[in-house]
C-alpha cells in the first residue's frame, strides 16, 4: 500500500504522463505542483496542433535513426567487400611478381643461363595456377630468352632501349634500380596484359666493387587471367567496381576496368600498392547508394498519418474522450511497432511511460514500470550511470547521445544499445521530463569491428610481404613477421615454431607479445598423443590451419590451457609454414577475446602463411646458390693466398708444358710472372737434366700421380740453380687430366748448408772423440779418489771403530760418567763419518754408473721397499696408504730402488712425532709420463728452501734433532736426472711434504 502523499505524487505523474502520450482529458484535471503551474485552458485547436508536432518529431527522430543505419550499413558492406576484394587483387599481384623475383634471383647466380636452362625454370611459373603469361630475359637490353618461345618469336632480338612503346619504362627500370609494373595495355600478340619488368644485377667479383647490370625479366600478366584469380566477377553481384591508374599512375590515371562513372557517384575506394606506383579501387553498391534507405517510406507514411491522427484526436479530444482514447491507442500501436526502445521520464527519473520494446529491457509490463525509477529495475551503478545521462541531457537542453551495452531482463541477451535522451518543455518552458529512444546498433557495431578486423589483419599481410622483401635470412623474418602480428595486428602473442624430428617436438624460433615462459612450457609433441592434438600439432600434421576460437572450453588444450588463461590468451589460430612442399612449421597467434578468428580473416591468415612458405623456399634456393658461389671463392682465394704468399714457386701448365699462371714467387728468379704465360716450362731446365724432367710430366699426365724430382736450372744470367719439384693433377667435368700443377723449391743454398753440415759433423766427430777421451781421463781419477776414499780414508775410521769398542767391551767399568760419555761421542762419530762415506760413494756412483731404462713394475718396486722397512714402520707406528692406479714407467731398476728409499726414509725420519704418522703413495698418469708422489705428515719446510734442499751437504733441521749426512735428496735428483726425470717438491711448515717423481712412459 502506498502512503496518501505517494498515491497524490503517482496521480500526477500520470496524468503528465497522459498529456504526453494523449490519456482522456479527465485526467489531467490535476497538475504536479513541481513541474507545471496552473494556466488558462487551452484552446482545442492549439492542443490539437501541439499533439501533431510531437508525432511527426518523434516520427523525424526515428525515420533520422533508421537512415542513418541504413546508409551506414551500407557503406560498412561496400568496405567489407572491397577490402576483401583488394586483398586478392594484391595477393594475386604480389604472389606473380615474386615468381619474377625469384626467376632474377636465379638469373644474377647463374647469368650465362641459356635457353635451355631459362626454359627449365620458367616452365614452372607459366602454367594455369599463376596468371603469367610469357616471360622474356633481356641481358644487355636485348631480348634474347623467351618462353613460352610459340607465338611469341617475334619479340626476339627486340632492343628496348630503342622500342617507342617500351623504351621509356625500360629506361625508368634501368636508372632506378626498382621493378616497374606498367599496363593493362594491349599486347602485340592479341589479348590485354599487364607488363612487369625488373632489373638483373649480377654480384661483384671482387670485393668493393659494385653489381653489373645484366640486363631485365619482363614478364606478361594476363590481365583476364588477373581479374578471375582475384574473384572479381564474383563481387559483382553485390557492388559495381572499377579500377584506374594505368602504368600505376593510381587516381590520376585514366579507368581500365568497370564502368567510368562508378567513380562520380561518391565510391568507397582503396589503393591497390604495385611496384613503383598504385591503382585505385572503387566500388558502389550494385543499386547505387540509399535504395537500402527506401523502406523509410512507410514510416514517414506511419508519422504523418499518426500526426493527422494525433491532430484530428487532439481536436477531438476537446470535444470528447472517446476520440482521443483512439488516437492514443493508434500512437501506442506505432510505438509499439517500431525497434526502438522509447520511454519517458519526469524530471525526478520517475517513468512515466515506455513502448513494448522498453518493457522487454525491463521484463516488466508499462503499468509495473511507471511511477518507479530506474533503481527498481537494474543494478544500483547502473541506474546511476542513467540519471546522470538524464542530467546531462536536461543540463544540455537539448539531445544527449551516448552508446551502453545492456542486459534485457526478458531472455538474458545484450545488446549495444544507441541512446538519444531529449528534455521535454510545456508552452510555457516548464521541464515536463526528459524522452529517451535508444536504439540496438550490436550488428552495425559487429560490422565495424569486423572491417576494422581485416583491415589489422590485411595490414599484417602487407606488413609481412614488405619484410619478406627486406630480410635475407630466416631468423629475422620470423622475428619481423612476430613482431608486426603483435604490434600491427593487435595480437596478444605470436610466435613461429619449427619442427624438429631429432627431439620429436615444435621448437619455437621467434615470438613476440606477452610471452613471460609460456613458450618454455609448450612441449608440443609431433606425433598424434595429447601433447600433440593441439592448433599446432593437428595443423603440423594435416597441413592446414587450425583455430581454437574458445582456449576456456575446447578440449585440445587441455594440457596448456591453464598456463593461456592466466596470461590473457583467449583464442588462438595456427597457420602452416611449408618448405618445399611439406610442412616444417607453423605460425601462431593468439588473441584476447573468444571467437576473434572468422572466415574472412582466416583467409588472409593463409595468404599470409603462404607468402612465408614461398619467403623460405626462396631463402633456402638462394642460400644453396650462395654457398656454392662462397665455396668456389673460397676455393679459389685459398688457392691464390697460397700461391702469392708461400716461397715456393707454383706454376699451372698445359698439357704440353706451357706456362698458364705463374705464382710471384718466380719473380725473383725469372723476372715478371705474368711475362712467362704461354711459355715452354723446360726451356730454361739444365740440358742434361730435361728429358728427365719431361718424363715425369709426361708420367704424371698419364698416370694422374705426381712425382718428386730434382733438376738444375739455368737462369738468363747464366747462372745455375738446384730445384726440387712435386707434380699433381687438376681434373676436369669429366674426371680426366686438364692441367698439371708444378711447386718447385730453390735447393741451392740448402745443398750448400749440406755440404757445410757434412763438413761441421766431420769436424763434430773429431771433438767428440777428444772430449770423450778427456772424460774417461776424469772418470779414471774419480776411480781413482773413490778408491782412496774407501780404502785410505775407512782403513784409520776402522781402528778408530774396533779400538772405541775394546774400550767399550773391555774397560768400561775403569772409566767415570765424562769418560763414557766422551767414548759414546766417539762411537756416534765414527758411525756419522762412515754414513758419510758411503753416501759419498754412493753419489760418486751414481754420477759414473750406466743406468738401464726399461719398463718396470711400479707396485713391485714400491712393495719391495716397504718390505725392506716392515719393521721399522711398525716400529714407528706408520700408516702407509697407496693408490697406484698408474703401474708402469720406464727407469733403471737399482737408480728407481735407490730413489725410492730415500724418500721413505726421509718421510719416515720426518713424520716420526705425528700424531699419528701417516705416508701416502700414489700414482697418475699424464699421455707422455707417469707421476708417482710420497706425502708424509711430518714436520714440512718453507718452500722458499725447495732447490736447496736437494743441493749435496744442504740441511734445513739440525742434525742432533734429526740425523744424517744432507746427501740423500742430492743422490735421488741425480738418479732422476741420469734416467730422464725430474724431482720436486710441495710443503708448507707444521703440514708435511709431498715428493714428486716424473718418469717416461
Same mark, same amino acid.
Given at each position: 500500500m502506498n502512503r496518501p502523499e505517494e498515491n497524490e505524487a503517482s496521480n500526477e505523474r500520470n496524468q503528465d504522463s497522459g498529456m504526453l502520450l494523449g490519456q482522456p482529458v479527465s485526467t489531467m484535471t490535476n497538475e504536479a505542483p513541481a513541474i507545471t503551474r496552473r494556466t488558462p485552458p487551452m484552446p482545442p485547436w492549439l492542443f490539437a496542433l501541439l499533439a501533431m508536432l510531437l508525432v511527426l518529431a518523434t516520427e523525424l527522430v526515428i525515420e533520422h535513426f533508421a537512415w542513418r543505419s541504413a546508409v551506414n550499413d551500407e557503406k560498412s558492406s561496400v568496405h567489407e567487400r572491397l577490402f576483401t576484394v583488394r586483398a586478392r587483387l594484391e595477393g594475386v599481384i604480389n604472389a606473380n611478381l615474386l615468381l619474377v623475383h625469384g626467376l632474377t634471383a636465379v638469373i644474377s647466380a647463374q647469368p650465362d643461363i641459356d635457353q635451355h636452362g631459362f626454359t627449365r625454370i620458367a616452365r614452372g611459373l607459366v602454367d594455369e595456377r599463376h596468371a603469367l603469361r610469357n616471360i622474356a630475359g633481356a641481358p644487355g637490353m636485348v631480348v634474347s630468352l623467351m618462353y613460352p618461345m610459340a607465338g611469341n618469336e617475334a619479340a626476339l632480338g627486340m632492343n628496348y632501349l630503342n622500342d617507342p612503346s617500351q623504351g621509356a619504362a625500360a629506361r625508368r627500370v634501368m636508372e632506378t634500380g626498382r621493378a616497374v609494373v606498367a599496363g593493362p595495355l594491349t599486347l602485340r600478340q592479341g589479348g590485354v596484359g599487364i607488363v612487369a619488368r625488373e632489373p638483373v644485377y649480377v654480384p661483384a667479383s671482387t670485393p668493393g666493387e659494385r653489381p653489373r647490370f645484366w640486363g631485365l625479366v619482363s614478364a606478361v600478366i594476363d590481365a583476364d587471367q588477373?581479374?578471375?584469380?582475384?574473384?572479381?566477377?564474383?563481387?559483382?553481384?553485390?557492388?559495381?567496381?572499377?579500377?584506374?591508374?594505368?602504368?600505376g599512375t593510381g587516381a590520376k590515371g585514366p579507368v581500365f576496368y568497370g564502368d567510368p562513372a562508378v567513380f562520380e557517384q561518391t565510391p568507397i575506394t582503396k589503393e591497390v600498392s604495385l611496384p613503383g606506383g598504385s591503382w585505385q579501387l572503387?566500388?558502389?553498391?550494385?543499386?547505387?547508394?540509399?535504395?537500402?534507405a527506401d523502406a523509410l517510406w512507410l514510416i514517414r507514411l506511419l508519422g504523418l498519418l499518426a500526426g493527422l491522427a494525433a491532430g484530428a484526436m487532439a481536436w477531438r479530444l476537446a470535444l470528447g474522450t472517446r476520440a482521443l482514447?483512439?488516437?492514443?491507442?493508434?500512437?501506442?500501436?506505432?510505438?509499439?511497432?517500431?525497434? %526502438?526502445?522509447?520511454? /519517458?521520464?519526469?524530471?525526478?527519473?520517475?517513468?512515466?511511460?515506455?513502448?513494448?520494446?522498453?518493457?522487454?529491457?525491463?521484463?516488466?509490463?508499462?503499468?509495473?514500470?511507471?511511477?518507479?525509477t530506474d533503481h527498481a529495475f537494474v543494478p544500483a551503478e547502473l541506474a546511476d550511470f542513467f540519471r546522470e545521462k538524464d542530467k546531462a541531457a536536461i543540463l544540455a537542453a537539448g539531445p544527449s547521445i551516448n552508446e551502453e551495452w545492456v542486459t534485457f531482463a526478458s531472455d538474458g541477451h545484450r545488446e549495444l544499445l544507441e541512446t538519444i535522451k531529449t528534455p521535454v518543455f510545456d508552452q510555457t518552458g516548464k521541464l515536463l521530463g526528459v524522452l529517451g529512444i535508444a536504439r540496438d546498433i550490436t550488428e552495425r557495431k559487429q560490422s565495424a569491428e569486423r572491417i576494422n578486423g581485416l583491415i589489422r589483419v590485411y595490414a599484417v599481410l602487407s606488413g609481412i610481404n614488405e619484410a619478406i622483401v627486406r630480410q635475407r635470412d630466416r631468423d629475422s623474418l620470423f622475428r619481423e613477421s612476430c613482431r608486426i602480428a603483435v604490434e600491427v595486428g593487435g595480437f596478444r602473442m605470436a610466435w613461429l615454431g619449427m619442427a624438429d624430428t631429432g627431439t620429436g617436438e615444435v621448437r619455437p624460433q621467434a615470438h613476440a607479445?606477452?610471452?613471460?615462459?609460456?613458450l618454455d612450457r609448450l612441449h608440443i609433441s609431433l606425433g598424434d598423443d595429447e601433447h600433440g592434438r593441439g592448433p599446432t600439432g593437428t595443423a603440423l600434421r594435416q597441413g592446414h590451419h587450425v583455430v581454437c576460437n574458445?582456449?576456456?572450453? %575446447?578440449?585440445? /588444450?587441455?594440457?596448456?590451457?591453464?598456463?593461456?588463461?592466466?596470461?590473457?590468451?583467449?583464442?588462438?589460430?595456427?597457420?602452416?609454414?611449408?618448405?618445399?612442399?611439406?610442412?616444417?612449421?607453423?605460425?601462431?597467434?593468439?588473441?584476447?577475446?573468444?571467437?576473434?578468428?572468422?572466415?574472412?580473416?582466416l583467409h588472409l591468415l593463409d595468404e599470409l602463411a603462404l607468402d612465408i612458405s614461398f619467403a623460405l623456399d626462396y631463402m633456402e634456393t638462394e642460400a644453396q646458390a650462395r654457398q656454392a658461389e662462397e665455396a668456389l671463392r673460397e676455393q679459389e682465394a685459398f688457392f691464390r693466398l697460397i700461391a702469392e704468399n708461400m716461397g715456393d714457386m707454383v706454376a699451372v701448365l698445359d698439357l704440353n708444358g706451357r706456362r698458364l699462371y705463374n705464382s710471384p714467387s718466380y719473380r725473383a728468379l725469372f723476372g715478371d710472372p705474368d711475362a712467362l704465360k704461354g711459355t715452354d716450362s723446360f726451356a730454361e731446365i739444365h740440358p742434361d737434366d730435361r728429358d728427365l724432367v719431361r718424363q715425369v710430366f709426361l708420367r704424371t699426365v698419364e698416370t694422374s700421380v705426381g712425382?718428386?724430382?730434382?733438376?738444375?736450372?739455368?737462369?738468363?744470367?747464366? %747462372?745455375?740453380?738446384? /730445384? =726440387?719439384?712435386?707434380?699433381?693433377?687438376?681434373?676436369?667435368?669429366a674426371g680426366t687430366v686438364e692441367r698439371v700443377v708444378v711447386v718447385s723449391r730453390d735447393i741451392t743454398e740448402r745443398k750448400h748448408m749440406e755440404d757445410e753440415i757434412r763438413q761441421l759433423n766431420a769436424e763434430l766427430e773429431e771433438r767428440v772423440r777428444?772430449?770423450?777421451?778427456?772424460?774417461?781421463?776424469?772418470?779414471?781419477?774419480?776411480e781413482t779418489f773413490t778408491y782412496s776414499v774407501s780404502?785410505?780414508?775407512?782403513?784409520?775410521?776402522?781402528?778408530?771403530?774396533?779400538?772405541?769398542?775394546?774400550?767399550? =767391551?773391555?774397560?768400561?767399568?775403569?772409566? %767415570?760418567e765424562e769418560g763414557k760419555l766422551f767414548l759414546g761421542n766417539v762411537r756416534h762419530g765414527v758411525d756419522q763419518m762412515n754414513q758419510l762415506i758411503e753416501d759419498l760413494l754412493a753419489y760418486s756412483r751414481m754420477e759414473r754408473r750406466d743406468l738401464r731404462g726399461m719398463t718396470l713394475d711400479l707396485t713391485r718396486q714400491i712393495g719391495g721397499i716397504l718390505a725392506e722397512r716392515q719393521e721399522e714402520l711398525e716400529a714407528a707406528g706408520i700408516v702407509v696408504r697407496t693408490d697406484l692406479s698408474a703401474d708402469t714407467a720406464r727407469a733403471d731398476p737399482d737408480g728407481l730402488h735407490m730413489v725410492l728409499r730415500n724418500l721413505l726414509d726421509n718421510a719416515i725420519k720426518f713424520s716420526r712425532r705425528s700424531q699419528p704418522p701417516a705416508i701416502e703413495i700414489r700414482t697418475s698418469a699424464t699421455p707422455e709420463s707417469t707421476i708417482l708422489s710420497i706425502k708424509d705428515n711430518g714436520i714440512g719446510f718453507d718452500m722458499q728452501f725447495q732447490e736447496r734442499i736437494f743441493e749435496i751437504f744442504q740441511r734445513l733441521q739440525r742434525a742432533e734433532e734429526y740425523p744424517g749426512t744432507g746427501v740423500g735428496l742430492a743422490i735421488v735428483r741425480k738418479a732422476m736426472q741420469r734416467m730422464g726425470g725430474r724431482v720436486w717438491a710441495e710443503s708448507s711448515p707444521g703440514q708435511g711434504a709431498t715428493f714428486y717423481l716424473e718418469l717416461p712412459k
Open positions: 588477373l581479374y578471375r584469380l582475384a574473384e572479381l566477377k564474383a563481387a559483382e553481384p553485390k557492388l559495381r567496381l572499377a579500377i584506374r591508374g594505368t602504368d572503387a566500388a558502389i553498391p550494385a543499386a547505387g547508394w540509399g535504395k537500402a482514447s483512439k488516437t492514443v491507442a493508434r500512437l501506442r500501436t506505432l510505438l509499439g511497432t517500431i525497434p %526502438d526502445l522509447v520511454w /519517458m521520464k519526469d524530471p525526478e527519473g520517475v517513468y512515466l511511460s515506455c513502448n513494448p520494446r522498453f518493457e522487454a529491457f525491463f521484463g516488466a509490463a508499462e503499468a509495473a514500470i511507471v511511477g518507479k607479445g606477452v610471452v613471460d615462459g609460456y574458445d582456449i576456456a572450453g %575446447d578440449p585440445r /588444450m587441455a594440457p596448456w590451457r591453464e598456463a593461456a588463461l592466466a596470461l590473457g590468451y583467449r583464442a588462438s589460430a595456427a597457420l602452416p609454414i611449408k618448405v618445399g612442399g611439406q610442412v616444417r612449421g607453423t605460425f601462431n597467434l593468439y588473441a584476447e577475446r573468444p571467437d576473434f578468428f572468422d572466415d574472412a580473416e712425382e718428386r724430382v730434382n733438376f738444375r736450372f739455368v737462369l738468363a744470367t747464366g %747462372d745455375v740453380r738446384e /730445384m =726440387e719439384s712435386q707434380g699433381g693433377v687438376i681434373r676436369g667435368p777428444q772430449r770423450t777421451a778427456e772424460l774417461a781421463a776424469v772418470n779414471k781419477e774419480l780404502h785410505d780414508l775407512k782403513a784409520p775410521l776402522r781402528g778408530i771403530d774396533g779400538y772405541s769398542r775394546l774400550l767399550l =767391551e773391555d774397560h768400561l767399568g775403569q772409566l %767415570d
